[in-house]
Protein backbone atom coordinates (compact mmCIF):
# COMPACT_ATOMS: atom_id res chain seq x y z
CA UNK A 1 0.00 0.00 0.00
CA UNK A 2 1.30 3.47 -0.88
CA UNK A 3 1.64 6.19 1.72
CA UNK A 4 0.40 9.73 1.34
CA UNK A 5 2.23 12.56 3.07
CA UNK A 6 -0.24 14.13 5.57
CA UNK A 7 0.24 18.27 6.15
CA UNK A 8 -1.01 19.73 9.29
CA UNK A 9 -4.30 20.99 8.61
CA UNK A 10 -3.67 24.78 9.68
CA UNK A 11 0.20 25.28 7.97
CA UNK A 12 -0.71 27.66 5.89
CA UNK A 13 -2.25 29.92 8.61
CA UNK A 14 0.71 29.53 10.82
CA UNK A 15 3.46 30.39 8.44
CA UNK A 16 1.52 33.27 7.48
CA UNK A 17 2.02 35.04 10.38
CA UNK A 18 5.21 36.72 9.88
CA UNK A 19 6.83 35.67 13.22
CA UNK A 20 6.91 32.29 11.91
CA UNK A 21 10.33 30.53 10.61
CA UNK A 22 8.62 29.68 7.09
CA UNK A 23 6.86 33.38 6.36
CA UNK A 24 9.39 33.89 3.47
CA UNK A 25 8.41 31.07 2.06
CA UNK A 26 4.91 31.55 2.47
CA UNK A 27 5.31 34.88 0.44
CA UNK A 28 7.29 33.25 -1.84
CA UNK A 29 4.30 30.74 -2.19
CA UNK A 30 1.46 33.37 -2.44
CA UNK A 31 3.47 35.30 -5.40
CA UNK A 32 3.73 32.08 -7.67
CA UNK A 33 7.65 32.08 -6.81
CA UNK A 34 7.36 27.90 -5.45
CA UNK A 35 4.72 25.43 -6.06
CA UNK A 36 2.42 24.40 -2.98
CA UNK A 37 4.31 21.01 -3.39
CA UNK A 38 7.80 22.93 -2.91
CA UNK A 39 6.20 25.20 -0.15
CA UNK A 40 5.91 21.57 1.98
CA UNK A 41 9.05 20.31 1.09
CA UNK A 42 10.45 22.78 3.38
CA UNK A 43 8.30 21.81 6.19
CA UNK A 44 10.01 19.29 8.69
CA UNK A 45 8.77 15.81 7.59
CA UNK A 46 8.57 12.97 10.40
CA UNK A 47 8.04 9.38 9.17
CA UNK A 48 7.07 6.35 11.53
CA UNK A 49 7.96 2.86 10.40
CA UNK A 50 6.43 -0.48 11.99
CA UNK A 51 4.21 -2.94 12.51
CA UNK A 52 0.88 -3.34 13.68
CA UNK A 53 1.58 -1.89 16.88
CA UNK A 54 1.41 1.71 15.48
CA UNK A 55 -1.91 1.34 13.43
CA UNK A 56 -5.49 1.22 14.56
CA UNK A 57 -6.21 -2.02 13.74
CA UNK A 58 -8.36 -5.20 15.05
CA UNK A 59 -8.40 -8.78 14.17
CA UNK A 60 -12.46 -10.17 13.46
CA UNK A 61 -13.42 -12.19 10.56
CA UNK A 62 -11.52 -12.82 7.44
CA UNK A 63 -13.13 -9.99 5.40
CA UNK A 64 -13.41 -7.18 8.18
CA UNK A 65 -9.83 -7.92 8.93
CA UNK A 66 -8.48 -7.56 4.88
CA UNK A 67 -10.65 -4.82 4.41
CA UNK A 68 -9.66 -3.01 7.27
CA UNK A 69 -5.89 -3.53 6.68
CA UNK A 70 -6.21 -2.16 3.28
CA UNK A 71 -8.07 0.86 4.76
CA UNK A 72 -6.82 2.05 8.07
CA UNK A 73 -4.48 4.69 8.14
CA UNK A 74 -3.91 7.56 10.42
CA UNK A 75 -6.25 7.25 14.05
CA UNK A 76 -3.21 5.36 16.28
CA UNK A 77 -0.75 6.90 18.11
CA UNK A 78 1.55 8.65 15.82
CA UNK A 79 -0.62 10.02 13.08
CA UNK A 80 -4.03 11.18 14.41
CA UNK A 81 -5.68 14.07 12.34
CA UNK A 82 -9.25 13.32 13.74
CA UNK A 83 -10.22 15.98 16.59
CA UNK A 84 -12.75 13.05 18.10
CA UNK A 85 -10.85 10.65 17.72
CA UNK A 86 -9.67 10.79 21.49
CA UNK A 87 -6.33 10.05 20.69
CA UNK A 88 -3.70 12.37 21.37
CA UNK A 89 -0.98 11.00 18.98
CA UNK A 90 2.28 12.13 18.48
CA UNK A 91 1.32 14.67 15.17
CA UNK A 92 -1.02 16.29 17.91
CA UNK A 93 1.40 17.17 20.22
CA UNK A 94 3.90 18.18 17.76
CA UNK A 95 1.77 20.66 15.88
CA UNK A 96 2.27 22.30 18.98
CA UNK A 97 5.12 23.18 18.14
CA UNK A 98 5.67 23.57 14.71
CA UNK A 99 3.56 22.44 11.01
CA UNK A 100 4.91 19.54 9.45
CA UNK A 101 4.67 17.03 7.21
CA UNK A 102 3.91 13.22 8.36
CA UNK A 103 4.79 9.82 6.61
CA UNK A 104 3.32 6.53 8.05
CA UNK A 105 4.85 3.52 6.57
CA UNK A 106 3.80 0.59 8.87
CA UNK A 107 1.85 -2.25 7.64
CA UNK A 108 -0.68 -5.19 9.47
CA UNK A 109 1.82 -8.23 10.12
CA UNK A 110 5.36 -6.57 9.35
CA UNK A 111 8.10 -8.47 9.66
CA UNK A 112 11.72 -7.27 10.33
CA UNK A 113 12.92 -9.13 6.83
CA UNK A 114 15.37 -10.05 4.45
CA UNK A 115 14.66 -8.45 1.84
CA UNK A 116 14.69 -11.24 -0.98
CA UNK A 117 12.30 -13.08 1.66
CA UNK A 118 8.71 -14.55 0.17
CA UNK A 119 5.88 -13.38 1.94
CA UNK A 120 3.25 -16.06 3.09
CA UNK A 121 -0.47 -16.06 1.65
CA UNK A 122 -1.72 -14.09 4.76
CA UNK A 123 0.45 -11.25 4.55
CA UNK A 124 0.53 -11.17 0.82
CA UNK A 125 -3.39 -10.64 1.07
CA UNK A 126 -3.45 -8.27 3.66
CA UNK A 127 -0.99 -6.13 1.02
CA UNK A 128 1.97 -5.96 4.03
CA UNK A 129 5.19 -4.26 3.66
CA UNK A 130 7.84 -5.53 5.45
CA UNK A 131 10.92 -3.71 6.95
CA UNK A 132 12.90 -3.94 3.96
CA UNK A 133 9.58 -2.76 1.71
CA UNK A 134 9.05 0.01 4.08
CA UNK A 135 13.06 1.64 3.51
CA UNK A 136 12.40 1.14 0.24
CA UNK A 137 9.39 3.02 -0.14
CA UNK A 138 11.08 5.75 2.01
CA UNK A 139 13.66 6.04 -0.10
CA UNK A 140 12.08 6.85 -2.88
CA UNK A 141 10.99 9.69 -1.85
CA UNK A 142 12.57 12.73 -2.97
CA UNK A 143 12.66 14.20 0.30
CA UNK A 144 14.10 12.58 3.08
CA UNK A 145 12.86 13.26 6.59
CA UNK A 146 14.09 15.40 9.43
CA UNK A 147 12.68 13.00 12.00
CA UNK A 148 12.47 8.96 11.61
CA UNK A 149 10.86 6.89 14.29
CA UNK A 150 10.99 2.93 14.17
CA UNK A 151 8.78 0.41 15.99
CA UNK A 152 8.81 -2.62 14.70
CA UNK A 153 9.81 -6.37 15.43
CA UNK A 154 6.52 -7.31 17.08
CA UNK A 155 5.75 -10.27 14.51
CA UNK A 156 9.16 -11.75 15.00
CA UNK A 157 9.15 -12.68 18.44
CA UNK A 158 6.54 -15.44 17.71
CA UNK A 159 8.81 -17.93 18.25
CA UNK A 160 6.28 -20.90 18.51
CA UNK A 161 5.13 -20.50 15.01
CA UNK A 162 6.46 -23.20 12.75
CA UNK A 163 8.51 -24.23 15.40
CA UNK A 164 9.64 -28.01 15.37
CA UNK A 165 8.08 -29.97 18.55
CA UNK A 166 11.32 -30.49 20.23
CA UNK A 167 12.12 -26.60 20.09
CA UNK A 168 8.72 -26.19 21.99
CA UNK A 169 10.18 -28.25 24.97
CA UNK A 170 14.21 -26.59 24.72
CA UNK A 171 13.61 -23.59 22.89
CA UNK A 172 16.92 -21.99 24.21
CA UNK A 173 18.93 -22.41 20.29
CA UNK A 174 15.59 -21.05 18.77
CA UNK A 175 15.79 -17.90 20.71
CA UNK A 176 19.24 -17.33 20.58
CA UNK A 177 19.26 -17.79 16.49
CA UNK A 178 15.79 -15.60 15.73
CA UNK A 179 17.29 -13.04 17.88
CA UNK A 180 20.43 -12.88 15.54
CA UNK A 181 18.76 -13.08 12.23
CA UNK A 182 16.61 -10.90 13.53
CA UNK A 183 19.55 -7.99 14.73
CA UNK A 184 21.33 -8.55 11.01
CA UNK A 185 18.35 -7.91 9.21
CA UNK A 186 17.32 -4.92 10.69
CA UNK A 187 20.87 -4.00 10.60
CA UNK A 188 21.60 -4.47 7.24
CA UNK A 189 17.46 -1.85 6.36
CA UNK A 190 19.09 0.76 9.12
CA UNK A 191 22.07 0.58 6.81
CA UNK A 192 20.37 1.38 4.33
CA UNK A 193 18.53 4.60 5.41
CA UNK A 194 21.90 5.97 7.46
CA UNK A 195 23.08 5.72 3.85
CA UNK A 196 20.81 8.06 2.38
CA UNK A 197 21.25 10.39 5.71
CA UNK A 198 24.89 10.29 5.06
CA UNK A 199 23.99 11.68 1.76
CA UNK A 200 21.43 14.46 3.00
CA UNK A 201 22.48 18.21 3.96
CA UNK A 202 19.81 18.59 6.73
CA UNK A 203 20.16 17.43 10.33
CA UNK A 204 18.19 13.85 10.73
CA UNK A 205 17.05 12.26 13.33
CA UNK A 206 16.46 8.62 13.91
CA UNK A 207 15.01 6.85 17.47
CA UNK A 208 15.11 2.69 17.00
CA UNK A 209 12.18 1.70 19.53
CA UNK A 210 12.57 -1.39 21.53
CA UNK A 211 9.48 -3.92 21.67
CA UNK A 212 6.69 -3.16 23.83
CA UNK A 213 7.01 -4.18 27.70
CA UNK A 214 5.76 -8.01 26.78
CA UNK A 215 5.59 -8.53 30.70
CA UNK A 216 3.07 -5.48 31.59
CA UNK A 217 1.53 -6.03 28.46
CA UNK A 218 -0.10 -9.66 29.55
CA UNK A 219 -0.93 -8.76 32.35
CA UNK A 220 -3.23 -6.49 30.61
CA UNK A 221 -4.16 -9.71 28.60
CA UNK A 222 -4.83 -11.56 31.87
CA UNK A 223 -7.33 -9.43 32.88
CA UNK A 224 -9.54 -9.63 29.29
CA UNK A 225 -8.84 -13.26 29.79
CA UNK A 226 -10.61 -13.19 33.24
CA UNK A 227 -13.15 -10.42 31.79
CA UNK A 228 -14.30 -13.05 28.66
CA UNK A 229 -14.61 -16.09 31.11
CA UNK A 230 -17.04 -13.93 33.08
CA UNK A 231 -18.89 -12.57 29.90
CA UNK A 232 -18.57 -14.57 26.79
CA UNK A 233 -19.97 -11.92 25.01
CA UNK A 234 -17.28 -9.71 25.80
CA UNK A 235 -13.95 -9.95 22.98
CA UNK A 236 -15.45 -11.68 20.33
CA UNK A 237 -12.22 -12.59 18.60
CA UNK A 238 -10.01 -13.12 21.69
CA UNK A 239 -9.09 -16.61 20.85
CA UNK A 240 -8.66 -15.47 16.76
CA UNK A 241 -5.58 -14.19 18.11
CA UNK A 242 -4.12 -17.31 18.34
CA UNK A 243 -4.43 -18.43 14.93
CA UNK A 244 -2.43 -15.43 13.64
CA UNK A 245 -0.10 -15.58 16.53
CA UNK A 246 0.59 -18.69 17.93
CA UNK A 247 3.15 -17.84 20.81
CA UNK A 248 -0.03 -15.83 22.53
CA UNK A 249 -0.90 -18.44 23.77
CA UNK A 250 -0.71 -18.78 27.33
CA UNK A 251 1.59 -21.72 27.20
CA UNK A 252 4.30 -19.74 25.28
CA UNK A 253 4.20 -15.93 26.25
CA UNK A 254 6.85 -16.66 28.82
CA UNK A 255 9.53 -17.39 26.27
CA UNK A 256 7.96 -14.55 24.00
CA UNK A 257 8.82 -12.14 26.90
CA UNK A 258 12.15 -13.39 26.78
CA UNK A 259 13.09 -13.18 22.89
CA UNK A 260 11.89 -9.96 23.23
CA UNK A 261 14.23 -8.82 26.03
CA UNK A 262 17.01 -10.26 24.06
CA UNK A 263 15.87 -8.70 20.83
CA UNK A 264 15.85 -5.09 22.92
CA UNK A 265 19.55 -5.73 23.90
CA UNK A 266 20.19 -6.41 20.32
CA UNK A 267 19.18 -3.32 19.19
CA UNK A 268 20.62 -1.34 21.99
CA UNK A 269 23.95 -2.53 20.94
CA UNK A 270 23.49 -2.57 17.53
CA UNK A 271 22.74 1.18 17.91
CA UNK A 272 25.98 1.50 19.58
CA UNK A 273 27.98 0.05 16.71
CA UNK A 274 26.30 1.85 14.22
CA UNK A 275 27.06 5.07 16.72
CA UNK A 276 30.92 4.44 16.56
CA UNK A 277 30.60 4.51 12.73
CA UNK A 278 28.87 7.87 12.52
CA UNK A 279 31.01 9.62 14.91
CA UNK A 280 31.88 12.36 12.35
CA UNK A 281 28.47 12.22 10.59
CA UNK A 282 27.72 15.86 12.67
CA UNK A 283 24.44 16.25 10.75
CA UNK A 284 23.31 12.60 11.52
CA UNK A 285 21.13 11.62 15.35
CA UNK A 286 20.76 8.24 15.67
CA UNK A 287 18.94 6.91 19.28
CA UNK A 288 17.67 3.73 20.81
CA UNK A 289 14.68 4.35 23.08
CA UNK A 290 13.53 1.92 25.67
CA UNK A 291 10.47 4.36 26.13
CA UNK A 292 7.73 1.26 24.86
CA UNK A 293 9.32 -1.47 26.30
CA UNK A 294 9.17 0.01 29.44
CA UNK A 295 5.80 1.41 29.06
CA UNK A 296 2.93 0.34 31.45
CA UNK A 297 0.48 -1.68 29.47
CA UNK A 298 -1.03 -3.43 32.13
CA UNK A 299 -4.29 -2.28 31.90
CA UNK A 300 -7.62 -4.68 30.50
CA UNK A 301 -9.34 -1.04 28.93
CA UNK A 302 -5.81 -0.34 26.80
CA UNK A 303 -6.60 -3.36 24.65
CA UNK A 304 -9.28 -3.46 22.21
CA UNK A 305 -12.56 -4.94 22.37
CA UNK A 306 -13.09 -6.82 19.54
CA UNK A 307 -9.92 -9.13 20.17
CA UNK A 308 -8.00 -8.40 23.12
CA UNK A 309 -4.69 -7.79 21.34
CA UNK A 310 -4.19 -4.65 19.46
CA UNK A 311 -4.38 -1.30 21.17
CA UNK A 312 -7.88 0.07 21.71
CA UNK A 313 -8.30 4.74 21.75
CA UNK A 314 -6.56 4.63 25.35
CA UNK A 315 -3.87 2.31 24.25
CA UNK A 316 -2.66 4.01 22.26
CA UNK A 317 -2.76 7.16 24.52
CA UNK A 318 -0.46 5.42 26.44
CA UNK A 319 1.90 4.45 24.10
CA UNK A 320 1.73 8.21 22.35
CA UNK A 321 2.67 9.28 25.88
CA UNK A 322 5.41 7.06 26.50
CA UNK A 323 7.13 7.11 22.69
CA UNK A 324 6.59 11.38 23.18
CA UNK A 325 8.34 11.37 26.34
CA UNK A 326 11.58 10.43 24.88
CA UNK A 327 11.50 12.33 22.40
CA UNK A 328 12.87 15.63 23.75
CA UNK A 329 16.63 15.01 22.62
CA UNK A 330 16.14 14.28 18.81
CA UNK A 331 13.36 17.80 19.01
CA UNK A 332 16.45 19.17 20.72
CA UNK A 333 19.09 17.86 17.87
CA UNK A 334 16.62 19.17 15.29
CA UNK A 335 16.53 22.64 17.08
CA UNK A 336 12.13 22.20 17.60
CA UNK A 337 11.80 23.89 20.84
CA UNK A 338 8.65 23.01 22.74
CA UNK A 339 8.92 26.59 24.53
CA UNK A 340 10.12 28.57 21.06
CA UNK A 341 7.62 27.35 18.28
CA UNK A 342 10.10 28.56 15.08
CA UNK A 343 11.74 25.47 13.93
CA UNK A 344 15.43 26.31 13.57
CA UNK A 345 16.60 24.33 10.80
CA UNK A 346 19.64 24.04 8.56
CA UNK A 347 18.75 23.09 5.21
CA UNK A 348 20.83 23.72 2.35
CA UNK A 349 17.75 25.24 -0.26
Known amino acids: MKSKPVVSVNFLERIRDSASR ?49 TCRGRNWFLDADPASGVRSISKRLEQFAPFVAMEYAGVGALVDHEDGRQNFFRRILGTRNFSGQVSQLLRSRRFPDLILISIGHNNVDWAWRCPPDSLLAPEQRLN ?156 FLGIDSHNTALQRDVSR
Open 177 to 332: RLSKHFRQNYARELRRLLGRAQMEKHRIALIVFGLINFESYFKGREAVERLRESDTTRYPHLETTYKYFVSFHPNYRRNLTRLAAIVNEELREMVDEFNRELEHAGHIQLRYSHALATADLSRAELLHAIDGWHASAEGHNALAEAAFSDLKPSLD
Open 22 to 70: FHRDYLAYRKGEITRAELMARLPHIAMLGDSVCMDIYISSPWSTFWRAH
